[in-house]
């Protein structure tokens, strides 16, 4: 494993709410650095498999050559067609740690982090899709607005697109540094740096297509989970944190309530820990990207 990839957080908090079976199959939809593979792994036997699934060539890095591991180079939004391809109906368990790599964010030119000015490209897998340039060349103004907005909550969601179709009539904005300096007016200085991550975050999600992603591995692991399997996941921003909430609460990931014909709510999923899990003080001061993290744990009925 690549050392210094990425630190997994809540490890033992999340594999242990899967109740791993020795003899069970289990997919982690989130691989990255092999950290929470690693740890399902040395809880299974012979007879048990885990899945693992990342769409980022630098992931496969980080295989371990052991026969009960299947690397799946993939978005997790095809998690129920790769299940059918390898023969599996039912899955015991299933784990997704929703955050970016720090690898990611110390890699400078995959144009994540704040640190660098480096090319506006953000896609997590490199081989395919647009890049966040492309985002803001090519996006009209009401588009880009919506964007900052949904996905980054930004209050100058409006301003900051106007700025951006404005200076891209002169020359694209192609580098994080070129995007930042054209923003900073509208960063209020008290929370400046927080602003500029929730820019980043917003391009990120748009980029990758992360909303609409975890809706379909959300509502796909629901239907593969078998009868008592756990689905545990790590969210780091409140857009991924309800989306899970709703389909543990409701069935699916729009939080609607759908009663059956005695009135009892159709919900799939029984929520483990009714209060969400929180990193501890020490995990949080030794990684500190673990600070926003959330853990919830529900059980198929």
């Not at 060539?57 to 980080?62: G, L």
């Not at 039912?90 to 982090?113: P, T």
């Not at 090519?138 to 301003?159: C, I, K, M, P, S």
């Not at 179709?165 to 209020?188: H, I, M, N, W, Y």
Request: hydrophobic letters at 40%.
């Amino acid at each position: 494993m690549t050392e210094n990839y990425h630190i997994p957080v809540l490890l033992n908090e999340s594999v242990d709410g899967l109740i791993i079976r020795p003899d069970g199959v289990y997919v982690d939809v989130t691989f990255g650095g092999g950290g929470h593979s690693r740890e399902i792994l040395s809880r299974l036997e012979a007879d048990g498999h885990l899945y693992a699934f990342d769409q980022d060539a630098d992931a496969e890095k980080n295989i371990p050559q052991d026969g009960r591991f299947t690397f799946v180079r993939s978005n997790f939004r095809y998690l129920r067609n790769w299940m059918r391809y390898y023969g599996v109906e039912q899955i015991d368990g299933l784990l997704a740690d929703l955050g970016v790599s720090s690898h990611h964010f110390d890699d400078a030119e995959r144009g994540f982090s704040l640190r660098f000015d480096a090319p506006l490209d953000m896609r997590m897998n490199k081989r395919a899709g647009r890049t966040a340039a492309d985002i803001l060349a090519t996006y009209d103004e009401a588009q880009l607005a919506d964007v900052f907005y949904l996905y980054g909550e930004l209050r100058q969601a409006r301003r900051m697109a106007a700025a951006i179709v404005k200076a891209r009539q002169s020359a694209p904005v192609t580098t994080t540094g070129e995007l930042l300096c054209l923003l900073d007016p509208l960063f209020p200085r008290e929370r400046e740096k927080k602003e500029q991550a929730k820019l980043f975050q917003a391009l990120r999600i748009e980029v990758n297509r992360e909303m609409e992603a975890l809706r379909e591995m959300l509502a796909e692991a629901t239907d593969l989970l078998r009868p008592g399997g756990r689905l545990v996941v790590i969210t780091y921003h409140s857009l991924e944190d309800r989306m899970v909430k709703n389909i543990i609460r409701s069935g699916n990931t729009e939080g609607r309530m759908e009663q059956d014909f005695f009135g009892r709510t159709n919900a799939p999923l029984a929520s483990v820990n009714n209060k969400v899990i929180t990193p501890s003080a020490e995990e949080q001061e030794r990684n500190p990207r673990s600070r926003s993290a959330k853990l919830r744990i529900a059980e198929k009925k």
